[in-house]
């Protein structure tokens, strides 16, 4: 079974500043896909990046863009300018795609509450 | 705006009442979701439809009864609950190749009395 952890319980930064959050995964499969979904305040999950594990070069989505080492089974998420509206829960997730015998379940680890101070 | 629409945002109910939690996404979408959230952590798989077909159910109690009417309605029917049912119920949806991210909606926010 696939696990994701995310050891970073909560962390902080200053605005305009960049952070980066942590997230490994066990697997033993070939081609997978990794995301970070953000679940502000508000509690609506949204997608901030999407990984495929065959594509060598890290996804990129504006001022986030992620370090995917796949050897390492580590998915990285880096945040560059910090903004307020940045404050948030951030979960990793895996998922094992359909057309090689996955469910679609996505994986969560626990989460990262991050935190943008003025 | 969220594309996948969750309705009643909040609801409080009795252990005795029946109520029923619905979402809907109008993106063709052919897979749907259901998620249960307890406070500070990740949202845990309950039940999946496929093509308005049951595919998975992550064992859970009766009391919870799904319903998938067609491919853009998703129910979540809910009967004699327990206090321990409060959390946040997450609705999600994706295209069912498998390789398309889940969109969820913003929850209903359920407490027990």
């Known amino acids: 079974a696939q696990t994701v952890t995310q050891s970073q319980p909560e962390m902080s930064v200053q605005e305009a500043e960049t952070v980066t959050l942590s997230c490994t995964y066990d697997?033993?499969?070939?081609?997978?896909?990794l995301f970070w979904y953000k679940q502000p305040p508000s509690r609506q999950m949204i997608l901030v990046i999407r990984?495929?594990?065959?594509?060598?070069q890290n996804a990129t989505e504006n001022r986030f863009s992620v370090n995917f080492q796949k050897a390492a089974k580590s998915f990285s998420l880096k945040i560059s300018d910090s903004q307020l509206g940045d404050t948030a829960m951030y979960f990793c997730?895996?998922?094992?795609?359909?057309?090689?015998?996955?469910?679609?379940?996505?994986?969560f680890g626990k989460g990262t509450k991050l935190t943008v101070n003025p | 705006d969220t594309e996948v629409t969750q309705t009643p945002k909040h609801l409080v109910m009795g252990m005795t009442n029946k109520k029923s939690l619905k979402c809907e996404q109008h993106?063709?979408?052919?897979?749907m979701y259901w998620y249960k959230q307890k406070a500070k952590k990740p949202p845990e798989l309950m039940f999946v439809?496929?093509?308005?077909?049951?595919?998975i159910n992550e064992s859970v109690p009766s009391r919870f009864s799904p319903e998938c009417p067609n491919s853009s309605l998703l129910n979540l029917h809910l009967h004699a609950l327990q206090p321990e049912d409060s959390a946040l119920y997450l609705c999600?949806?994706?295209?069912?190749?498998?390789?398309?991210?889940?969109?969820f909606g913003d929850g209903t926010r359920l407490s027990i009395l």
């Open positions: 999600a949806s994706s295209h069912r190749q498998g390789t398309q991210p889940q969109h």
């Open positions: 697997t033993s499969e070939n081609n997978y896909y």
């Open positions: 990984q495929e594990a065959y594509k060598q």
């Open positions: 997730a895996f998922m094992k795609p359909f057309t090689q015998g996955g469910s679609e379940k996505l994986v």
């Open positions: 993106m063709g979408h052919r897979a």
């Open positions: 439809y496929s093509y308005e077909k049951l595919s």
